[in-house]
């Protein structure tokens, strides 16, 4: 994947993000620049953050539970790729989902 392709599927998935946040009502902020999403969690005001790495084709998760890193893999049946944890194979989505509830007291389910 060129990067070019890479950053736009990034800058998707940002998107993506931020309209699940916006459309659930839970009581997050974020911010997204410079290729960072940091979300706040109004709660307690911890953070969690969510980086691009275009060289090594990878998004970062950092939230009060660790740091992590993606890769798209290429696994569903119709060809779409899935974020998933390059050490445990776990989904991003699930694992951006549960450090939100752990961190903001507030359920939120992303579908990516």
């Known amino acids: 994947m060129k990067e070019a392709e890479f950053n736009q599927i990034a800058d998707d998935l940002m998107f993506f993000i931020e309209e ?5 009502g839970v009581d997050i902020d974020y911010e997204n620049t410079a290729g960072m999403l940091t979300l706040t969690c ?3 005001g911890s953070q969690i953050i969510l980086s691009r790495q275009p060289a090594m084709r ?3 998760l ?3 539970s660790g740091g992590f890193h993606f ?3 290429a696994d569903q ?3 779409q790729g899935q974020w998933r944890n390059t050490v445990s194979g776990e989904l991003l989505s699930a694992m951006l989902g549960d450090a ?6 507030q359920s939120i389910k992303f579908d990516f």
């Not at 699940?20 to 659930?24: F, G, K, P, V």
């Not at 939100?100 to 007291?105: D, I, T």
Request: proline fraction near 4%; charge should be negative.
């Open 20 to 24: 699940t946040i916006d459309n659930s």
């Open 42 to 44: 109004d709660l307690n």
């Open 58 to 60: 990878e998004i970062w």
């Open 62 to 64: 950092a939230a009060q």
């Open 71 to 73: 890769k798209l893999k």
């Open 77 to 79: 049946p119709n060809g």
């Open 100 to 105: 939100c509830e752990s961190q903001s007291n």
